[in-house]
Nanobody, 116 residues
Framework: QVQLAESGGGLVQAGGSLRLSCAASGRTFNKKFMAWFRQAPGREREFVAQINWNDGETKYAISVMGRFTISRDNAENMYLQMNSLKPDDTAVYYC??????????WGQGTQVTVSS
């Protein structure tokens, strides 16, 4: 029905940058929020950043504030610009969409590895 696909992950040295992208396919659906989450091995999934699809308001986890920027374009793709990357940022990053008030749709994830 609805598919989300992340891209842009990879291996980068500490202090480097990566730009993740998320694109939707399948049936059209209303978006209230879209967000990025991440999960490192042996750890719980955690919130990274969120964007209100209507007014563009953004929210960030404390751990990434000032380093990551979430955005969208006219084609309704979503992006996560990640700067000043740290080894602790190493995780699988997932994009998610909330048609109402819960994140119902999820991508398959893209691996981000930050070496020291």
């Amino acid at each position: 029905q609805v598919q989300l696909a992340e891209s842009g992950g990879g291996l980068v040295q500490a202090g480097g940058s990566l730009r993740l992208s998320c694109a939707a396919s399948g049936r059209t659906f209303n978006k209230k929020f879209m967000a990025w989450f991440r999960q490192a091995p042996g750890r719980e999934r955690e919130f990274v950043a969120q964007i209100n699809w209507n007014d563009g308001e953004t929210k960030y986890a404390i751990s990434v504030m000032g380093r990551f920027t979430i955005s969208r374009d006219n084609a309704e793709n979503m992006y996560l610009q990640m700067n000043s990357l740290k080894p602790d940022d190493t995780a699988v990053y997932y994009c998610a969409a909330a048609p109402i008030d819960l994140y119902t749709y999820w991508g398959q994830g893209t691996q981000v590895t930050v070496s020291s």
